[in-house]
């Protein structure tokens, strides 16, 4: 069964905006963060935005800081990424992770669950 589903991805031309939902069907009581990943072809996965769900800290790479805004609706478990002035190097699957996470959230290793992935593909 898989617990996170990501949707929302796409293809757009550079300075586009997509918008990425991913929904937690497990419970809420064995996670306190969940985040975003993402992995270009022939690269390794990096982390780009995460959250703490108590905390309005959110972190972000430095390459989404000011383009990408991680939210959380707790209602629905779901967290959304915004992501805005798209550029061909932000080509890449992106994953949603879940999970106790208490060291970065950058992290990979940190993560105990994870989506499927959503493509995004930005051209030229």
């Known amino acids: 069964q898989v617990r996170l589903v990501e949707s929302g991805g796409g293809s757009v031309q550079t300075g586009g905006s997509l918008r990425l939902s991913c929904v937690d069907s497990?419970?809420?009581?064995?996670?306190?963060?969940m985040a975003w990943f993402r992995q270009a072809p022939g690269k390794e996965r990096e982390g780009v935005a995460g959250?703490?769900?108590?905390?309005?800290?959110?972190s972000y790479a430095d390459f989404a800081k000011g383009r990408f805004v991680i939210a959380l609706d707790s209602r629905k478990s779901t967290i959304y990424l915004q992501m805005n002035e798209l550029q061909p190097e932000d080509t890449a699957m992106y994953y949603c992770?879940?999970?106790?996470?208490?060291?970065?959230?950058?992290?990979?290793?940190?993560?105990?669950?994870w989506g499927q992935g959503t493509q995004v593909t930005v051209s030229s």
């Open positions: 959250l703490q769900i108590d905390s309005d800290s959110p």
């Open positions: 497990g419970s809420p009581y064995d996670r306190n963060a």
């Open positions: 992770a879940a999970g106790m996470v208490w060291g970065s959230l950058m992290s990979v290793g940190e993560w105990d669950y």
